[in-house]
Antibody, heavy 115, light 112 residues
Framework: EVQLVDSGGDLVQPGGSLRLSCAAS????????MSWVRQAPGKGLESVANIKQDGSEKNYVDSVKGRFTISRDNAKSSLYLQMNSLRAEDTALYYCARGNNLDFWGQGTLVTVSS | DVVMTQSPLSLPVTLGQPASISCRSSQSLVSSDGHTYLNWFQQRPGQSPRRLIY???NRDSGVPDRFSGSGSGTDFTLKISRVEAEDVGVYYCMQGTHWPRTFGQGTKVEIK
C-alpha cells in the first residue's frame, strides 16, 4: 500500500526557516518524480515544487523561488522541503504527492507563519 | 502560467441525480508526447485530495464508475452519473502538462 507521511510543520515567525519531510513507503520511491503542493486555510491547491527521480531536475513556483529548496534521499525514501525567509502568505497545509500528476497524497503538515 | 477555470463553483445536487463540472484551460494541454495531462481530484471535508481521473478520462483504481471524464484540447468535463452522499466535497481539475502545475478554483458539491 502506498503511504506518504508528511511531517515538520510548525508555527514560525516571519523570516524564519522550517524543513518539511515526507516519508514514503509501499512503492519504489526512486522511480517517481515527487511534488509538494500547498493549501492555504480555506483556499484552493497550489503546486510548490517538484523533483525528478534522481534529483537532477527541480522546478519551483515563482513565489517560492530562491527561498524554498526541494530535495530527496532515495536511500531513505524521503522527500524534503527546506523553507527559508518564510512569509505570512506561506501559511498553509503542505502535502507531498507522488509523481507529476499527483496520484497519491500525504495527510499534510501545517505551516503557520505568524509573529 | 496556464489558467484553469472551473464552473460552476458551487453545485447543489439532489441525491441520485447527475452532476457535471466544466474545466477550461487558457492554453492547450496536449504534451509533446501526445498525451493530455488533465486530472480531476476530489477533496472530501477534512481530507487530503484524492485523484479520481487522469489523462482526461482514465479512472484511478478504486474510483466508482459513476465518475467519468471527457474533453480535449482546452475544454474538459467531470460527470457524476448519480450523486451519492459520499460525493460531497470540493472537486479540482489540474493540468500536468506545463510547469507550474495549476489547479482550477474548485467546485463545491453539496446535497440539496
Amino acid at each position: 500500500e502506498v503511504q506518504l507521511v508528511d511531517s515538520g510543520g510548525d508555527l514560525v515567525q516571519p523570516g524564519g526557516s522550517l524543513r518539511l519531510s515526507c516519508a514514503a513507503s509501499g512503492f519504489t520511491f526512486s522511480s517517481y518524480w515527487m511534488s509538494w503542493v500547498r493549501q492555504a486555510p480555506g483556499k484552493g491547491l497550489e503546486s510548490v515544487a517538484n523533483i525528478k527521480q534522481d534529483g537532477s531536475e527541480k522546478n519551483y513556483v515563482d513565489s517560492v523561488k530562491g527561498r524554498f529548496t526541494i530535495s530527496r534521499d532515495n536511500a531513505k525514501s524521503s522527500l524534503y522541503l527546506q523553507m527559508n525567509s518564510l512569509r505570512a502568505e506561506d501559511t498553509a497545509l503542505y502535502y507531498c504527492a507522488r509523481g507529476n500528476n499527483l496520484d497519491f497524497w500525504g495527510q499534510g503538515t501545517l505551516v503557520t507563519v505568524s509573529s | 502560467d496556464v489558467v484553469m477555470t472551473q464552473s460552476p463553483l458551487s453545485l447543489p445536487v439532489t441525491l441520485g441525480q447527475p452532476a457535471s463540472i466544466s474545466c477550461r484551460s487558457s492554453q492547450s494541454l496536449v504534451s509533446s508526447d501526445g498525451h493530455t495531462y488533465l486530472n480531476w481530484f476530489q477533496q472530501r471535508p477534512g481530507q487530503s485530495p484524492r485523484r479520481l481521473i487522469y489523462k482526461i478520462s482514465n479512472r484511478d483504481s478504486g474510483v466508482p464508475d459513476r465518475f467519468s471524464g471527457s474533453g480535449s484540447g482546452t475544454d474538459f468535463t467531470l460527470k457524476i452519473s448519480r450523486v451519492e452522499a459520499e460525493d460531497v466535497g470540493v472537486y479540482y481539475c489540474m493540468q500536468g502538462t506545463h510547469w507550474p502545475r495549476t489547479f482550477g478554483q474548485g467546485t463545491k458539491v453539496e446535497i440539496k
